[in-house]
């Protein structure tokens, strides 16, 4: 008679987990979400068990296209306040936005502007459109304005020296709202890296790789995508939550 796999529950979990976040999560955040779930279980023992299953993190290392949108001084330059100080413990306290493009179909453009909590690395507001507008860009700041207009400190708020980021109603909305505005120096990524790590992360899970698709097509998955970074996408440095698990946990222990 055949012996019964001891461990088949836990491989059945371990193969549910891995379909469940497409494919993306390694051993380690495989293993933090079976500690999640109640298992506790050794990272080698994921580790064994998924090359068993033949089942792997496939990275693209394929260069994220970054949009350039500095197009000289057109107007304030704001300075460098965070100077790569990103970690902060008080929730709202400083956030970092940016914009990056996709190819679509029939050589169509996407445009994605997010809102970043430097927090948690929530994605507290973000907007998607065919062009680089200022529109683009405002129209996350006052979502994310409304999110943060309660918080305990004065808020500052990160971006690189990009055109919409100089503009006198993005420059006069923040004032008008007491919100810091802080740039990065001239060419710098690295000074906005938790925005380029976003990209980077957003794109290696559910972009490149990919057919390309129509605009429509492709702003729905990003809509899937950042609902799933934001409330599933555990990660190690918060302890094995999502970004709004970790929110929620932080202020309960502080209540």
Same mark, same amino acid.
């Given at each position: ?113 997010? &809102?970043?909590?430097?927090? #948690?690395?929530? =994605?507290?507001?973000?907007?998607? /459109?065919? +062009? !680089? ?57 690295l000074d906005n890296s938790p925005m380029e790590n976003f990209f980077g992360i957003l794109k290696q ?20 995508? &950042?609902?799933?970074?934001? #409330?599933?996408? =555990?990660?190690?440095?918060?302890? /094995?939550? +999502? !970004? ?12």
């Amino acid at each position: 008679m055949e012996k019964e796999n001891p461990k088949q529950e836990l491989e059945d979990l371990i193969l549910s987990i891995f379909n469940e976040h497409g494919g993306n999560f390694g051993y380690r955040r495989v293993r933090l979400e079976l500690r999640n779930k109640g298992y506790k279980v050794n990272h080698k023992a994921v580790q064994r068990i998924m090359n068993k299953l033949g089942i792997k993190c496939i990275k693209f290392s394929r260069k994220t296209r970054k949009y350039n949108s500095y197009k000289g001084n057109v107007g304030k330059i704001a300075k460098n306040r965070l100077n790569r100080r990103f970690k902060t413990s008080v929730c709202h306290q400083k956030l970092a936005t940016d914009i990056t493009e996709f190819k679509c179909t029939n050589g169509v453009k996407l445009y994605l502007s997010p &809102i970043m909590d430097l927090f #948690n690395g929530e =994605i507290l507001s973000y907007e998607i /459109g065919a +062009s !680089p507008t200022l529109d683009l860009t405002l129209k996350p700041l006052l979502k994310a304005i409304n999110i943060v207009k309660d918080s305990k400190y004065r808020t500052t708020i990160h971006s690189d020296q990009g055109c919409q980021y100089q503009h006198k109603k993005w420059v006069k909305t923040l004032k008008e709202n007491k919100i810091f505005q802080s740039m990065s120096r001239k060419g710098n990524c690295l000074d906005n890296s938790p925005m380029e790590n976003f990209f980077g992360i957003l794109k290696q899970e559910m972009y490149h790789g990919e057919p390309l698709c129509s605009f429509e097509v492709l702003k729905e998955k990003i809509d899937i995508y &950042i609902d799933y970074y934001n #409330n599933k996408r =555990i990660k190690q440095k918060l302890d /094995g939550m +999502s !970004p709004v698990q970790f929110r929620i946990h932080t202020s309960q222990l502080a209540a």
